[in-house]
């Protein structure tokens, strides 16, 4: 495993870097990266901290500052430490910039201003955490997404990670003898959508769940017969309900939401 020093500049949170740089280092196998995150990088006095921190433990340095000024301190000092300097976003702002005819605007953080998306994610997260696990059914009518699915499918985290989006989502488990809310099977305006994995991994899920409780895995609900019951009854009430499936048994909660929300899109486009 090589590791090397990977230093984050970052003129407000610093999550479009780190998202970057994640997609980015996912291509190169056997390397590890010792990341230093500079956040809120707003004067030159900070900068010369950083640039002191980068003169110790030299590597390469990603940024997104749009202050000229600070941009020219920064790429002046990695040239005097002789460190290659890259800013992440410039080929993107130089091609928004071309095609719509405009300057680009020198103001950091400006993605996360306190805008109507912003409210809107927040209203969406206090929505979800309100409709986790199957509460508020009579809400359901509001969301703009509901998932279904037997325990341990990841229908949380996924709400979670859509409401941060913003997106309102519910979700409703689908436990043995007992009944899904009315609510559920009369819904016009949000799509359900059914998670699902395979019984085995999902056995493994529930064993490791129940030794983090320090609880017996000696049930049924991780016994794989009934897991495999359990699986293929929500199966049939999603295809008997005419509901998209996502087997998540080999996608993270943020693949698995890029495609609940083309699903959607695509449900939106035709309730119109």
Request: proline content about 5%.
């Amino acid at each position: 495993m090589t590791e090397f020093h990977l230093h984050l500049v970052s003129d407000s949170t610093g999550e479009t870097l780190q998202s970057m740089t994640k997609a980015a280092l996912v291509q190169f196998e056997g390397v590890s990266p010792i990341e230093h995150i500079w956040t809120l990088t707003r004067t030159v006095r900070q900068l010369d901290d950083i640039l002191d921190s980068i003169a110790q433990k030299p590597g390469l340095v990603l940024y997104t500052l749009v202050n000229e000024e600070m941009r020219n301190v920064l790429e002046i000092g990695c040239k005097r430490l002789n460190v290659a300097c890259v800013s992440i976003l410039d080929p993107v702002l130089a091609a928004f910039s071309s095609y719509l005819g405009q300057e680009i605007k020198q103001l950091p953080g400006r993605q996360h201003k306190l805008d109507q998306n912003y409210f809107g994610r927040i209203d969406a997260l206090n929505f979800t955490m309100a409709h986790d696990d199957g509460q508020m059914p009579e809400g359901l009518k509001d969301a703009q997404i509901v998932l279904v699915g037997v325990s341990r499918t990841s229908k949380t985290p996924t709400s979670f990670y859509l409401a941060h989006r913003g997106y309102k989502t519910a979700n409703v488990p689908i436990v043995p003898n007992i009944p899904l809310p009315d609510e559920l099977f009369s819904l016009n305006k949000p799509i359900v959508v059914g998670l699902t994995t395979s019984p085995e991994r999902l056995s493994e899920i529930r064993k490791n769940r129940l030794l983090s409780l320090h609880e017996t895995v000696e049930t049924d609900y991780v016994d794989r017969e009934r897991i495999k019951e359990e699986v293929i009854f929500a199966r049939k009430m999603c295809t008997r309900e005419g509901w998209p499936i996502i087997d998540v048994s080999r996608r993270s909660v943020e693949e698995t939401a890029a495609q609940i929300i083309t699903l959607y899109n695509r449900h939106r486009e035709t309730a119109v």
